[in-house]
C-alpha cells in the first residue's frame, strides 16, 4: 500500500519585492507518509513557514509565488488546484495547528460553536450530530468536562487548553494530513510536552501524517520520525530521527547540534551559537548556502552547488563533502548514545 499522503517536488517559491525576488525557498522536493512526523528544522528565515503556507496555498500572492514545482496530496496537484477546492482542504482534509492558539480562536464565539462550525463545514451532519462529535473531540484532546467546556469562551481557557482546543478543531473534520507550525512555542515547557504528546498520541491513533515546524531541536527528538533541515531555502539534509542526531553528515545540522544543551556535556563545556548570519535570499549564494559560516567549506562550495548525496537508509545531505574523492572530515563532536547491550557509551 502507498501510505504516501503529501509529495513536494522541486518547488521553488519567490516574493517580488521593491528591493528584488526574494527566492525564499528553492528546489525543495519531501515526502510525508501516513502515521509519521516529518520535522522541519533550521532558524529563522530559512523557509519553514513558507513551506507549510505554500502547501495551504496561503502565502500572499502577490507579492509571492509559486515559481515552478508540484504539491501532490491525494492524487491533485495544489499548486494547481482552484481556490474553493483549496478552501476545502484547508480545515478539512488538512488540519492546521500555529503557535499562538489566541490567534486561531474567535474570542466571540463559545469553543463548542467553533469546533461544531468545523464539523458542518466538511461533513453532511445534523446538529445533534455535530454537536456530539465536538464533546467527543473535546474528551480525546484530554479537556476535563468536556460537556461544561463546550459552552465556554476562548478567554476561560489556560494557554494550554486552549491548544488542545485548537488540536480538536484541526481534527475535527478528521484531516489525512496535519500542518504544526511551531505549536508549543508560546506555551511553557510543561505543558510543551503533554502538547507535543497530545499530537503524537492522535497521529499514532488516527493514522495521519504531521509536519512539525520547529527551531526546537529538542522538540524535534521527542517527537520526530524524520527531520529536513532547512537552511537558506533549501533542504541541506534529510534523515531519520536517530541518524540525524547521532549520524548527522551536514556542517549546518552539526552547528544546529552544537548549539543544543545536553545532559552530557562537561560542566567547562559551552554552547557554541554558529557564527555569522544566513544568506540574502534576494541573492542567493551559488554554491553552498552555508559555505561562508562553515569551518569546513572548501572551494567548490563557494563556486558551484551542491549534489544531493543519497548515502542511503533515506539519508540525504547536499553537501560536496561526500562525493567520491572528497576529503574525509570527522564532525566537530559526536552525540553519546548509550547502548543497551552492552551499557558503554558509543
Ligand atoms: N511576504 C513576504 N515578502 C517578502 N519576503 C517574505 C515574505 N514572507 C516571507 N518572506 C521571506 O521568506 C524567507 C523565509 O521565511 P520564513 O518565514 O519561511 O522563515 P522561517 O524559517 O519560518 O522563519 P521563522 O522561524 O522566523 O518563522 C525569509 O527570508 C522571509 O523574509
Redesign the pocket.
Known amino acids: 500500500m502507498d501510505d504516501k499522503i503529501l509529495e513536494v517536488k522541486n518547488l521553488h ?1 519567490s ?3 521593491y528591493a528584488g525576488e ?1 527566492k ?2 528553492r528546489d525543495l522536493s519531501f515526502e510525508v507518509r501516513r502515521g509519521e512526523t516529518l520535522a ?1 528544522v ?10 507549510v ?1 505554500t502547501i495551504m496555498k496561503l ?2 500572492m502577490p ?2 509565488r509559486i515559481k515552478s514545482g508540484e504539491i501532490w496530496f491525494e492524487g491533485q496537484d495544489l499548486v494547481k488546484v482552484s481556490d474553493k477546492v483549496m478552501r476545502q482542504l484547508r480545515g478539512g482534509k488538512i488540519g492546521m495547528i500555529f503557535q499562538d492558539p489566541m490567534t486561531s480562536l474567535n474570542p466571540t464565539i463559545k469553543i463548542g460553536k467553533q469546533i461544531m462550525e468545523v464539523i458542518k463545514l466538511h461533513k453532511k451532519v445534523s446538529n445533534a450530530e455535530a454537536k456530539k462529535l465536538a464533546i467527543e473531540m473535546l474528551d480525546k484532546v484530554g479537556i476535563p468536562k468536556p460537556k461544561d467546556r463546550f459552552k465556554q469562551y476562548p478567554h476561560e481557557f489556560s494557554g494550554g487548553m486552549r491548544q488542545r482546543v485548537v488540536i480538536a478543531i484541526a481534527l475535527a473534520a478528521e484531516p489525512d494530513l496535519l500542518i504544526c ?2 505549536p508549543t512555542t508560546a506555551l511553557d515547557v510543561t505543558i510543551q510536552a503533554q502538547i507535543l504528546e497530545l499530537i503524537n498520541q492522535l497521529k499514532n491513533e488516527m493514522n495521519i501524517g504531521v509536519i512539525l ?1 520547529t ?1 526546537d531541536l529538542g522538540v524535534v527528538a521527542e517527537t520526530a520520525d524524520r527531520v529536513i533541515v ?1 537552511y ?2 533549501e533542504k541541506l539534509e534529510e534523515a531519520n530521527v536517530v541518524d540525524l542526531f547521532y549520524d548527522p553528515k551536514h556542517p549546518y545540522t552539526w552547528g544546529l547540534l552544537e548549539s543544543l544543551p545536553r545532559l552530557d556535556m562537561d560542566s567547562n563545556e559551552r554552547l557554541k551559537a554558529i557564527p555569522g548570519t ?1 544568506p540574502d ?1 534576494l541573492n542567493p549564494p551559488k554554491g553552498d548556502p552555508f559555505a561562508a559560516r562553515s569551518d569546513y567549506a572548501m572551494v567548490i562550495d563557494y563556486e558551484e552547488e551542491p549534489p544531493l548525496v543519497d548515502l542511503g537508509n533515506n539519508h540525504f545531505v547536499k553537501s560536496w563533502l561526500y562525493v567520491e574523492g572528497a576529503p574525509k572530515i570527522d564532525p566537530p563532536f559526536r552525540l553519546k548514545r548509550k547502548d543497551k547491550t552492552d551499557g558503554e557509551d558509543l
Not at 533550521?42 to 513551506?51: D, F, I, N, P, R
Open positions: 517559491v516574493f517580488d519585492t526574494v525564499a525557498i522541519i533550521g532558524e529563522s528565515g530559512s523557509g519553514k513557514s513558507v513551506t503556507q502565502i500572499p507579492p509571492g507550525d511551531e515546524i527551531h532547512m537558506a531555502g544566513p535570499l
